[in-house]
């Protein structure tokens, strides 16, 4: 590489926090030569996870995932909308990241992040060609009225592996979501129908009374991995994403079937057998998130 | 699919009957609030410092459904286009989840937050000890349930406290919301739609200094006076709470 | 901005301790007002106000639209104020945009009432045509064409006078539209209604210089101010509106006090403009 030697010398009267500053590549390299990362992590491990459903009350669906510090947080809000000519019976799914200036000290006011229009189609991408959800489900009328899912999801902290929290979030609130029960007025209108009225007096009969939860086959989870020289980090960090620039994301749904794969770039080419071995981390990986989701739904059950 | 090109016109379902609430009149005073507290009782107020990692400083408040997260970064660089300025530059800006609000995409006012934030705590900050460079403080209000500025205000300061921006005191607010006869304290949402008048007070407790006072609606001198001294009453109680916060923080990283 | 020489500063801030400002004016003088209605002869209603060398224009257009759900028997009203680039060179861009907003927002805050369209300047009720169904759009537009201080009490006082100024056309709603049908309206031409606008209130800044506060400042003596206060007052002497700008915190009591010394500056100033508009309509219906 190109650092010159010196560095090597000048690290041993160095104070730490100066040479990982001062000479990013050779702190992680020396980490990496013993096996271990700057977090104490090894090479293939992902950062804690935690998630917790129902975080908004406005929202129909809405979950708060954690991967180490970065955090994201997605609702759903249910509207109508009246369906294309073309499938008359399918409702939609419109998603949408955000990265708000709170989240990173490179984002500004009026100066949106690169990255998030980026995750904004992988997520979309991902999420619809996992076949996850069924969108004749989200049917009411067919021809006159269907919901439009609208998913935001907003990066509360970027930490690094943005789009990994992020399909986790989104997928966690689609579980969450509860459709409200409307029916149709006279007018043609979708109207609430309140729950208090439930059962005493029912001016019009709901139309989804049988559809208030989504069934959700084949959930997508996701890892993202940094590939540099020979190794293979799974779960980077920010830092770690700024230093080795080379990353690769896996998306495998819950019966490992490949998903989505991506690799925009880099430094380093993706060889079969690195490629095997993130999808191999992926696949583990899977297993933890499907996990703790279930134990995150499980949960809400209790409550 | 999911696209949001040529995306058809949308909206959110609502319930049948749209009345307004027959909440209050004139005469009514054993009205209830919807949360059922008492006039002169404000929501209970959860704060937490570092929030967010990747700032120098943050917060999360918590009242009622009303829950916001306050960044701080800085003091760093000026934008290239300022000019010279030997005191310090504080920047502002609030900003609203889609999801925020009861209809989608409708948090809107923030552009007028934003100058509002910046007025109440421009004067708590010493500007003075950070020449030449920014400090920008970054609002995102999660979940809207009422009394939001005076809550991003309040987080705010504490943001900037833990960031180790120098301030003379913190920064706390209140608002009281005038309904018919009744003054009621730290409105929610339901309420703040209804309202005839509102105040909002932002203060340093210890220096027992207003920072920021707002009034709309029409008042009478007494009745002003009652509501100002409700709300610097509420002020200086919810600046303990946000100090012990603070405390509980500093012992924690102390351990 | 304005750029002053220590020796300025002391002098401005030496003749307010003396009540003797650099104009000859004391600390509670407000700089000749002159009222000029009918300005803008598309508009509703229009009037133009000098304060010293500050001159502002507001103008009234009224719309029919349909009234807020929530509010069905109460009409709207909308106030934006632009700042010309002509008043100032700081005002092209941001900085105008920057300002612009802060007025409107005070202008509204101080006009226009609680949430609820109580304590609104101009009985909203009045501007129903259809209860539900129709009502007017007040779009008040306020535009800043040279400033030399105290913008606000300019721009309040320029929207009274236009207000004053305002006709609306009398309409008559046809009988016979049921349930949620939008029944047809007939627009007069010829007859207008004149709205009450004695409960509109005025607006009365008091900027704070060193221990002391001064009413209309300029802009030379604003840019030595630690904070101002500007309250808006009706005729009955009750609050309408008040907002705080300036960096510098006030203690309780000071604000107070500021609020009684420009309730009672208020009553001045509301005769003054009274008479000053009267005579500016009578002006106009003579030409």
Redesign the interface.
């Known amino acids: 590489m190109g650092v010159p030697d010196a560095s090597g010398d000048l690290s041993s009267e160095m104070e730490v926090d100066a040479f990982r500053r001062l000479f990013p590549l050779r702190y992680f390299e020396r980490h990496l030569s013993e096996s271990v990362r700057p977090d104490a992590r090894p090479l293939g491990r992902a950062r804690d996870t935690t998630l917790a459903l129902g975080a908004v009350a406005s929202a129909h669906g809405s979950a708060l995932a954690k991967i180490g510090s970065t955090t994201m947080l997605a609702a759903i809000k249910m509207e109508v909308m009246t369906p294309s000519t073309e499938s008359p019976d399918e409702g939609c799914i419109a998603i949408d990241f955000h990265m708000p200036p709170i989240c990173s000290p490179i984002v500004r006011p009026g100066r949106p992040a690169e990255a998030a229009p980026v995750i904004s189609k992988q997520l979309s991408d991902t999420i619809s060609s996992s076949g996850m959800i069924n969108l004749k489900e989200l049917s009411l009328v067919s021809g006159k009225a269907a919901w439009i899912a609208y998913l935001d999801i907003y990066c509360l902290d970027a930490d690094g592996a943005l789009f990994d929290a992020a399909l986790l979030s989104a997928v966690a609130a689609f579980s969450h979501l509860q459709i409200p029960i409307v029916s149709l007025n006279d007018d043609g209108k979708i109207v609430v129908i309140l729950e208090e009225d439930d059962g005493t007096k029912l001016e019009k009969e709901p139309v989804n009374r049988e559809k208030r939860k989504l069934t959700l086959s084949s959930i997508p989870f996701s890892l993202t991995c940094i590939l540099h020289k020979n190794y293979i980090l799974a779960d980077p960090t920010a830092e770690e994403e700024s230093i080795m620039e080379t990353l690769v994301t896996v998306g495998l749904d819950s019966s490992s079937r490949l998903v989505s794969f991506y690799k925009p770039g880099g430094p380093v080419l993706a060889y079969t057998s690195a490629v095997q071995d993130c999808v191999a981390l992926t696949r583990q990986r899977v297993k933890e998130l499907q996990e703790i989701l279930d134990e995150a739904i499980s949960g809400m059950e209790i409550d | 699919?999911?696209?949001?090109g040529a995306?058809?016109?949308?909206?959110?379902?609502?319930?049948?009957k749209?009345t307004?609430p027959p909440i209050f009149s004139d005469s009514d005073v054993d009205w209830l609030r919807p949360d059922g507290r008492g006039f002169h009782q404000c929501r209970p107020a959860f704060f937490r410092t570092g929030?967010?990692?990747?700032?120098?400083g943050?917060a999360y408040a918590e009242f009622g459904?009303t829950?916001v997260?306050?960044?701080v970064?800085g003091p760093?660089e000026s934008k290239k286009a300022m000019m010279y300025s030997d005191v310090g530059r504080l920047n502002c800006?609030v900003?609203y989840?889609?999801?925020?609000?009861?209809v989608?995409g409708q948090g809107s006012d923030n552009?007028?937050f934003s100058?509002m934030l910046h007025?109440a705590l421009?004067?708590?900050i010493m500007l003075e000890t950070f020449p030449k460079t920014t400090v920008?403080v970054?609002?995102?209000v999660?979940?809207?349930g009422g009394s939001d500025l005076p809550v991003v205000i309040s987080c705010a300061s504490l943001a900037l406290a833990d960031a180790g921006i120098m301030m003379y005191d913190l920064v706390a607010g209140v608002s009281v919301s005038?309904l018919g006869r009744n003054l009621i304290i730290d409105p929610i949402l339901e309420e703040?739609?209804?309202?005839?008048?509102?105040l909002i007070i932002t203060?340093?407790p210890s220096?027992?200094?207003?920072?920021?006072?707002?009034?709309?609606?029409?008042?009478?001198?007494a009745k002003?006076?009652e509501a100002?001294e409700l709300c610097?009453d509420a002020c200086s109680k919810l600046a303990k709470i946000m100090r012990s916060c603070l405390k509980e923080a500093a012992s924690a990283s102390q351990d | 901005m304005v750029g002053l020489s220590l020796g300025e500063k002391h002098f401005i801030q030496g003749g307010i301790d003396q009540n003797i400002r650099s104009d000859g004016r004391k600390r509670d003088t407000y700089r000749p007002i002159s009222v000029e209605t009918g300005v803008i002869p598309q508009a509703n209603g229009s009037a133009r106000i000098r304060i010293g060398a500050t001159e502002v224009i507001a103008s009234v257009k009224a719309e029919l639209g349909r009234p807020d759900a929530l509010q069905p028997d109460q009409g709207k009203v909308a106030i934006f104020v632009d700042c010309s680039p002509v008043a100032e060179p700081m005002f092209e861009g941001r900085g105008g945009e920057e300002l612009s907003t802060e007025l409107s927002v005070v202008l509204q805050h101080c006009l226009l009432g609680g949430k609820s369209g109580a304590g609104a300047g101009i009985d909203l009720s009045s501007l129903i045509v259809a209860e539900g169904k129709i009502c007017w759009d007040l779009y008040i537009d306020g535009l800043v064409i040279s400033s030399d201080g105290n913008l606000l009490d300019a721009l309040g006082a320029a929207i009274k006078a236009a207000l004053s100024n305002t006709g609306i056309p009398r309409v008559q709603v046809a009988a016979g539209a049921l349930g949620d049908e939008q029944p047809e309206v007939d627009i007069s031409d010829e007859e207008f209604l004149q709205f009450d606008t004695s409960g509109v209130p005025v607006i009365v800044t008091l900027t704070k210089v060193g221990r002391h506060y001064i009413v209309d400042a300029t802009s030379e003596e604003e840019s030595q101010m630690s904070s101002a206060v500007s309250v808006s007052i009706n005729r009955k002497g009750h609050i309408c509106g008040l907002s705080k700008r300036g960096s510098a915190g006030l203690d309780p009591s000071v604000i107070s006090d500021m609020i009684s010394v420009a309730r009672h500056i208020s009553e001045q100033l509301i005769n003054k403009l009274d008479s000053e508009i009267s005579a500016a309509e009578a002006g106009e219906d003579e030409m």
Do not use: H
Request: with cysteine; proline share 5%.
């Open positions: 699919m999911a696209s949001k995306a058809p016109s949308t909206y959110t379902p609502t319930p049948t749209k307004r929030a967010v990692n990747s700032a120098a943050s459904n829950k997260i306050v960044s970064f760093r800006n900003s989840t889609t999801f925020a609000t009861p989608r552009k007028e100058s007025k421009e004067g708590a920008d970054f609002a995102l999660l979940e809207s005038c703040e739609t209804f309202q005839d008048g509102s203060c340093m220096r027992y200094e207003v920072t920021q006072l707002t009034i709309s609606g029409e008042w009478s001198t002003l006076n100002m610097l």
